[in-house]
Each structure stands twice: as structure tokens, then as C-alpha cells.
């Protein structure tokens, strides 16, 4: 299992915890999360119930670092809940009590959110600011081009809790093109690192580090899954105009010589 797997390589995880199950399938959300409606309420029960049986089941290890409970899950959160991102947000501070009661040690619980929605932390309605969530570090998916932007000046005046760049990268494809430049994308990953590696070490630490997206290309998300197709969304801030969704890895997939994908 991944485990043992990350135990044989020496990995550290932060084991995520997938809301896309609990989301409306329908175009007009039926789901919520309101406390206050016992639709709401049971479902809030549920997931706290599912959360406690998978910490229970993977905080054993010492290779779990912590907990991701949800992705970018208040970005257009009316088409996945009735109700105010709120619900969400109080959801978690009830999440994040769960692994270390259930595992005798502390396990931190974050979320990974879009940085369309980084103004979302530090506002008490919303039971954001740092007097109210219990989450121990805010994560943000951050893709700005390459640079970083001032996302480190925007948190720190928002909160002075820890900060994972939870996604950063750029896609290999060029629009302009029409093929691959790795070259260009290891040039911008490289900008990207030496800024999160500068405000991780500054006098007063701005960033806990970032995490690459992604590891390797992903086949399925843009037309035939056996192949490498172009397509994506257009970001005005990446060289190109657009996010190519198939091209992200640092590592290619290929053919393996028994048949299989190396």
C-alpha cells in the first residue's frame, strides 16, 4: 500500500481527503453543509464520521505528516453546496480535532485552496481568521505565471499562521507553437523554487515550502485519456495565455519495454 510504499522510498505524506463524493451531481445543488438544517446537519455527521475511520486507518505510520481535508472546495461553492463557504470552514475546525484524538499525537489538518479565493482567511463571518479556525497551516494552489507574485505579502497580512504553497508549476506545452518547450518550463519552475526557497529561509519566514504540480504528465484530463492531447484554460499570467491541463509534469509518460507505462 502507499504506506509502505513511502516507508520503503522515505517519503513523508500529507494524506488528502477527497470532498468530490459529498458534492451535488445535479446542476442545482440539493447538498449543504449548514449546521442549522438537519440536511446539513447530517451530512456534517457523516463526513466527520468518514474522516475519523481513514485518520484512524492511515495515522499509525510514521510517514503521515498530516491531513489535506478537501481541494479548492470554496471555489465556486454554489455549484457544489447550498449555503455559504462558511459551512465548510467550520467544518474543518471540526475536522481538524479529529487526529489527534484518535491517534494520541498531534496530526495537523489544512485545506488546499484556490488563490482566487485568498481573501477568504481572516474574516470571522466566515470563521476564517485565526482566533476562530483551528486548521494548523493554510494552504494555496498558486499559479501566477513564473514568479509568485506577492501571494507571501497577501497571506502574511491576512494571517499569521503557517503557509504551504500547496500547488505551483506551469505546463511544458506551448500554445503559440503548438509543442513542448521543457526547457522554458524548467527555467520557470526554477524561478518559482528559488522564491519559495527565499521566503522560507528570510529572517521571518513567509512560506513552510510548496509542492510541484505535478509529478509526472496526466493523460486523462483533456480528450482521448491515451494520448496527449492539448487543452486547458486560458491564465493571462503564463507566457502562452493558457494552462495546457496534460502537460504539467516534470516527468513525461512513456512505454516501458514489458508493455506497461514508465
Not at 48 to 54: A, G, L, P, S
Not at 174 to 198: F, K, Y
Not at 217 to 223: I, P, Q, T, V
Request: glycine residues 10%; charged residues 20%; aromatic residues 10%.
Amino acid at each position: 500500500g502507499i504506506l509502505s510504499s513511502a516507508k520503503q522510498q522515505g517519503l513523508l505524506l500529507l494524506l488528502g481527503f477527497p470532498f468530490d463524493r459529498y458534492y451535488s451531481s445535479a446542476a442545482q445543488p440539493s447538498q449543504t453543509l449548514d449546521p442549522s438544517s438537519p440536511d446539513g446537519q447530517a451530512l456534517r455527521a457523516r463526513i466527520r464520521e468518514e474522516f475519523r475511520v481513514y485518520v484512524t486507518r492511515m495515522c499509525g505510520s510514521s510517514q503521515v505528516l498530516g491531513f489535506v481535508a478537501g481541494n479548492e472546495v470554496p471555489l465556486n461553492y454554489g455549484a457544489k453546496f447550498l449555503g455559504s463557504p462558511r459551512d465548510f470552514y467550520t467544518l474543518l475546525t471540526e475536522l481538524a480535532a479529529i487526529p489527534t484524538s484518535v491517534c494520541g499525537r498531534f496530526l495537523p489538518v489544512t485545506t488546499t485552496m484556490s488563490d482566487a479565493d485568498l481573501n477568504d482567511i481572516d474574516v470571522p463571518a466566515l470563521g476564517t481568521d485565526d482566533a476562530t479556525s483551528s486548521l494548523a497551516f493554510w494552504s494555496v494552489n498558486v499559479f501566477r505565471g513564473c514568479t509568485m507574485g506577492t501571494i507571501f505579502s497577501q497571506f502574511a497580512a491576512r494571517s499569521t499562521k503557517p503557509l504551504l504553497v500547496s500547488e505551483f508549476g506551469i505546463d511544458a506545452y506551448h500554445q503559440a507553437t503548438g509543442r513542448e518547450d521543457e526547457d522554458a518550463q524548467s527555467v520557470c519552475l526554477g524561478r518559482l523554487w528559488n522564491e519559495i526557497h527565499a521566503n522560507a529561509t528570510a529572517t521571518t519566514p513567509r512560506t513552510i515550502g510548496g509542492l510541484v504540480f505535478s509529478s509526472h504528465d496526466e493523460y486523462w484530463k483533456a480528450g482521448n485519456p491515451n494520448r496527449q492531447d492539448p487543452g486547458g484554460f486560458p491564465n493571462s499570467a503564463f507566457p502562452d495565455g493558457m494552462m495546457n491541463e496534460e502537460y504539467w509534469g516534470m516527468l513525461s509518460v512513456a512505454p516501458s519495454a514489458t508493455g506497461g507505462v514508465d
